[in-house]
């Protein structure tokens, strides 16, 4: 039989499963947690069996006195664990009755059935799309949605002219137990890696222009070091970045750190980037002396889209202004403002990373330095346990900021 891959054999695993493996490896005993989950013994050693098949690996040590995990037995219970600490955690936002420790029995009820239902419900936008995404009749996914609602004692759909739609409370819900239920996958590819033979893959967001310039500048060294590591990168704009990020579309993003970050999002600034007013290569303000903000106003801008700290920049620049110059070109794109620029007066706002990655062509004009000065770094979401090869990037990350010509930060021992 040919062996699935990691999200297959994830997939393929139940939450009874894991909850019964998740019992065994904190209590060392299948006795005890046959008493914990209310099944038998022969029921939670048949179980766990399975669930070694599925994985492809023996996780647990048995014992006269007892089932202790192994190494890789380690590993992948702390995925398991952290899957059920996720739910918990979602149930307690969502504020089912009773609080935390309702959150703890509402958790071991919940079947993977009903969380892939709801999760597929909120992917797809219908009910009927969901099915189809799963393979399933639309009364069977019907009946696990009303099953979830009544696990969880509280509404997470209601009923339109267009059909059934998910409450926005649901909505939130089932982003948050799609991110739970990763981590399963996760710990199966670091079972792989622990036995030197994974092929995993790795989804990074870069952020329009350094995020990107950062990226391209580390990829090379980390494909050479992980040569079976299959690399995703996705580019968007910050604000829609960032919802790919709570999705879990992506592992981490790269780029402009935010100034504030949501209580969800955990931001690892690794150097200051001031932006500096770019132009083209014989530009005529380059042939001025003292240049001030009134000698900008006299050209056109490319500036960043709305929501951009790029345009937030822009904003506070001439916030002191009548009459900010023109702006005719909003866009993100660095190949079309390079492109822009080269062939016209247009300005630009660009970081000091940016511009020391581009070629001769383009030109700071001296302002002096822009305040506040922004960090280029890495966004993650808050308490994310990342794989090893996830460490590995960023570590890249990491020492490449630090032999730039960039200012770089100060970084905590620890």
Not at 93 to 121: E, F, N, W, Y
Not at 148 to 165: D, H, I, S
Not at 267 to 275: D, F, I, Q, R, S
Request: charged share 25%; aromatic share 6%; proline share 5%.
């Amino acid at each position: 039989m040919t062996k699935m891959d990691p999200q297959g054999r994830a997939e393929s695993l139940s939450f009874r499963q894991l909850k019964l493996f998740e019992s065994v490896g904190r209590l060392n005993s299948v006795r005890k947690a046959s008493e914990e989950c209310n099944l038998s013994q022969p029921a939670v050693t048949q179980s766990l069996a399975k669930l070694e098949q599925q994985i492809g690996v023996t996780l647990l040590d048995r014992r006269a006195s007892g089932s202790y995990l192994n190494e890789l037995g380690e590993i992948f219970h702390r995925r398991a664990a952290r899957l059920f600490a996720q739910i918990e955690s979602a149930l307690v936002d969502l504020g089912v009755p009773g609080g935390p420790a309702a959150a703890t029995v509402i958790a071991r009820r919940i079947s993977k059935s009903q969380a892939r239902s709801l999760i597929a419900i909120v992917e797809t936008g219908s009910f009927a799309q969901a099915a189809e995404s799963l393979g399933l009749s639309q009364a069977s996914l019907q009946r696990a949605a009303r099953d979830l609602e009544v696990n969880l004692r509280k509404p997470l759909y209601y009923r339109t002219a267009a059909g059934v739609m998910v409450t926005p409370a649901g909505v939130e819900f089932g982003r948050k137990i799609r991110l739970a239920t990763q981590e399963i996958e996760w710990g199966i590819r670091e079972i792989e890696a622990a036995q030197g033979s994974f092929h995993s893959q790795i989804a990074i967001g870069a952020m329009p222009f350094g995020g990107s310039v950062l990226l391209a500048s580390v990829l090379d060294d980390f494909v050479s070091a992980h040569p079976r590591a299959d690399v995703k990168i996705v580019n968007e704009s910050a604000p829609e970045m960032l919802k790919s990020l709570r999705a879990g579309a992506v592992d981490f993003v790269i780029g402009l750190v935010q100034e504030t970050t949501a209580d969800d999002l955990t931001n690892e600034a690794l150097a200051k980037t001031p932006y500096t007013v770019v132009c083209r290569r014989g530009h005529p303000l380059l042939r001025k002396g003292k240049i001030g903000i009134e000698d900008l106003l006299d050209y056109d801008w490319a500036v960043g889209t709305p929501g951009s700290s790029r345009r937030a920049c822009f904003e506070r620049l001439f916030a002191g202004t009548p009459n900010g110059p023109k702006t005719s070109i909003a866009t993100c794109s660095l190949p079309v403002i390079r492109h822009l620029l080269a062939r016209s007066d247009r300005l630009t706002l660009m970081t000091t990373y940016e511009l020391m990655h581009e070629d001769d062509t383009l030109a700071a004009i001296p302002l002096g330095q822009i305040e506040p000065a922004p960090s280029i770094g890495v966004t993650m979401r808050a308490g994310w346990l990342p794989t090893r090869l996830h460490l590995d990037f960023i570590e890249l990350l990491r020492k490449h900021m630090t032999e730039t010509t960039v200012r770089p930060l100060i970084r905590k021992a620890g």
